[in-house]
């Protein structure tokens, strides 16, 4: 264990992130750079770089594991969890709406789970977080969702069945998160089942930063396990989010129910879809840029983390929940293939980009972060470059600066 603990540190003063490994064994520590191209192997510390931070590496398992040690590293009573996540990497829309167990007061990493069995990397970053037990569920150590997966002994797991598809398995969820809220969400984020899953995978942020349930609409009408559950809160706001498909019958169903609210440009709409609703990397940055009051990361200037995802790996998107709810809460943002920087994206982070001006030097300034989640094969060494430069505090002309705060 003594071998290991000097591997984590070593691989932190590299500045690199934690990958898939716990304390089991010792970490095989990479070069800070790769060669463009190259793959970080399995458990290895990932490219970083002044202004990104890569995590994870192969698979969603691996990736899931290094943002959960990421978050929580399990070196001090401060830095354990409550309880963590276990959701089948079967189940998409389990592993979705078990993001909403990443926010407050929970805060619960999620870990994959693969055909009913704990892949290693998912048990030895289990063993390395060694959660705490959450007071609120009887001291429960691991929540398992759609998955009946053995855990190490001595772990105490509760059990959220998902086998009444979609909506049951979310609602089931909604159920278990109020029980440790200890209150009504007054905010509920709703999907369409028929949405491609890369429209859906902001959500998965969106859940953990506010706290709000994911659930389930069809195209035409309310499946009733999701009917239940909003009938039970009591006219909360509904948002929904990348549901294109979604019809005027839906709607009015929702509607019975509370506000129901469509995002879309970064915009609350109550009516037809929002132009480039259907596109998945301008739904995320619509996501991104949306508020309404207090609820939505509103994100329209510098100063923020940010979670950058391939969004034909979707499972990364809860994985990366952790980073919406903790650090410097970052929402997640998509990118539609490896090897490019889309321009909804590239314009989105040009206008949030930090800058400073003679008045106001760049230590004064407040900065932009990115975290990558997974390998090259993700998101290339390139792209990684492209977006450390754009997130880069670069000077301003006098007359584009803002007004300098009063003393």
Known sequence: ???????????LALGGAIGACGKATPQTLQPALTAPGAAAPQGAIALATKNTTRLGGANAATDAAAVAQTVYPGLTPATRPQAVVLVDDGNWPAALAAAQLASAPLGAPLLYAHDGELPPVSARALRAMNPSGATALGGVQVIRVGTTAAVPDGYRASTIAAAGGPASAAAAVERLARTVQRKQPRQVIVVAT????????????????SGAPILFTDDSGLPAPTASALASLRRPTIYLLGAPTV???????????????????????????????????TNAVSVSRFSDGSFGWGIREAGHGLAF?????????????????????????????????????????SNIEPGY?????????VYNHGWLIGDDHAISARVQAEIDAILEVAPRTTSSAPTPPPE
Not at 194 to 209: D, N
């Open 194 to 209: 028929s949405a491609e899953p890369a429209l859906q995978m902001p959500a998965a942020g969106l859940a953990a930063e």
């Open 1 to 11: 264990m003594r071998r290991s603990l000097l591997g984590l540190l070593a691989g």
């Open 357 to 365: 001006t003679a008045t106001i030097g760049p230590v004064r300034e």
């Open 247 to 281: 019809g005027a019958g839906a709607l009015a169903a929702l509607g019975r129910y509370g506000r129901v609210v469509r995002i879309a440009n970064g915009e609350a709409t109550r009516g037809a879809t929002g132009e480039g609703e259907g596109d998945p990397v």
């Open 309 to 349: 995802v391939n969004s034909s790996r979707t499972l990364d998107a809860p994985a990366a929940a952790p980073l919406s709810s903790h650090g410097d809460y970052a929402p997640l943002l998509l990118l539609s293939d490896r090897a490019s920087l889309p321009a909804p994206l590239a314009r989105y982070l």
